[in-house]
């Protein structure tokens, strides 16, 4: 079910408004069963329905039932009790389904060429996965035309948008030159304005017998090309892989990014305890992604800092490597993120839903904690607040579950369930 516009690149159901047949017309969305508006108490206050105790992450999730939405001009005007709502152009009855903030999708690799489907097939037989795979993207992706490439992620991103989430971030990587990457990075903006310099993914064969010239080269002429095209830089800082850097040329290379006027994050922690948590709250980071191998200083300073850990399952499973405790960030009071990390080698998925049953099943997570981490936790982790929750004033951005209640996202595992709504 579609109502409204979904933007560029979203799906439209049949029955459902082109873009533009509403446009300057207030709209109801009446009849919500349950609304998650992830906005607290603000967007439960006064409202009849369900509240968890003060401070939970049921209160966080700000749930009303019964409740209709208008939106204007593309904006959440008025949220209340169903039957008192304002004048409007048009209402739009979802009939009980229950209504969530579209997903905030805050890591992903969506432009590349090539295929490794049976990388994945040789790993599921018992290889263990150590980052090179990421060479056979690289040459392929270099041999693409900008066409190809865009029809590629067009088709990613319409995948993914028709699953429910509304934002992605997209990183370059699969360059590893100034051409290249310069050319995923501007593709990635025609869909996005969260685009990621990750020169930083890993060193190219071309490279291997002298690192030093790439760290060099990344920090300096391919970031000069490439930081006019991006708002984040990443790095891949892995000392247990070879193909991945260490905390010092990682950190050579995000300061550079940072005078370059680029905001930081990091790939850090994923295949083995290392630096890459502690270097990046050292860093001001917004997020450090995957956060699988964290000792208790690593938690510590993430419980301590603005610096998000973003939690990244569908790489686990596609891998079978153990899953992040996630119990024991959000217990220590740390901000959680949940992304799917979409990309050719270790998880191709791009379904949000997919991510939350998983975390709920894999990772512990209560239903509410897990939504909270795919919408407002990732849009803390892009320093978003426009995104990922509900609210009078805001984008709309909505997503619709062919269910009554945000528990069927982990529920009914693989179902699809989630749709674009509204933005
Ligand atoms: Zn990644």
Not at 206 to 235: K, N, Q, T
């Amino acid at each position: 079910m579609s109502l409204g516009p979904t933007g560029s690149g979203g799906p439209s159901t049949a029955g459902a408004p082109v873009e533009g047949e509403l446009a300057g017309g207030a709209v109801l969305v009446d009849d919500i069963g349950e609304l998650v508006t992830c906005a607290g108490a603000e967007g439960s206050a006064g409202a009849e329905g369900s509240t968890g105790p003060e401070g939970s992450a049921e209160e966080a999730l700000g749930i009303r039932h019964g409740a209709a939405v208008v939106i204007d001009g593309g904006v959440v005007r008025w949220i209340g009790p169903s039957g008192q709502a304002p004048a409007v152009d048009r209402r739009v009855s979802v009939g009980g389904r229950a209504v969530i903030p579209a997903f905030v999708d805050s890591h992903t690799h969506l432009v590349f060429a090539g295929d490794r489907s049976a990388e994945f097939a040789a790993r599921m037989t018992g290889e263990r996965y150590d980052g090179g795979g990421i060479a056979t993207t690289v040459g392929a992706t270099r041999c693409a035309t900008d066409d190809e490439l865009r029809t590629l992620l067009a088709a990613r991103v319409a995948e993914l948008r028709a699953q429910g989430s509304a934002t992605v971030e997209i990183k370059s990587g699969y360059g590893l030159d100034i051409a290249t990457e310069t050319r995923l990075l501007a593709l990635a903006r025609e869909v996005t304005d969260e685009t990621t310099f990750l020169g930083g993914h890993v060193v190219p064969a071309e490279f291997r017998s002298d690192r030093a010239a790439y760290v060099d080269l990344v920090a300096g002429a391919m970031l000069a090309a490439c930081a006019p095209l991006a708002r984040w830089i990443d790095v891949f800082c892995e000392p247990a892989s070879p193909h991945a850097f260490d905390a010092d040329e990682a950190r050579v290379i995000l300061e550079a990014g940072v005078r370059a006027g680029l905001l930081p994050r990091v790939h850090g922690n994923q295949l083995s305890h290392g630096p890459g948590v502690r270097l990046a709250v050292d860093l001001g980071a917004a997020s450090v992604d995957h956060c699988t191998f964290l000792d208790d200083a690593d938690v510590a300073a993430l419980a301590g800092s603005d610096t998000v850990a973003t939690l990244l399952p569908g790489v686990e499973f596609s891998t079978r490597m153990p899953y992040p405790d996630a119990r024991r960030l959000l217990d220590s009071g740390a901000t959680v993120a949940l992304a799917t990390d979409c990309n050719p080698g270790t998880c191709f998925t791009s379904s949000m839903p997919f991510v939350i049953a998983l975390a709920v099943r894999e990772l512990r997570m209560s239903p509410a904690e897990a939504l909270l981490a795919a919408t407002v936790g990732a849009a803390t982790s892009l320093r978003r607040s426009d995104i990922g929750r509900i609210s009078v004033g805001l984008p709309a951005r909505l997503t619709v579950l062919d269910a009554p209640s945000h528990l069927h996202l982990a529920y009914r595992p693989g179902v699809p369930l989630a749709a674009p709504l509204w933005g």
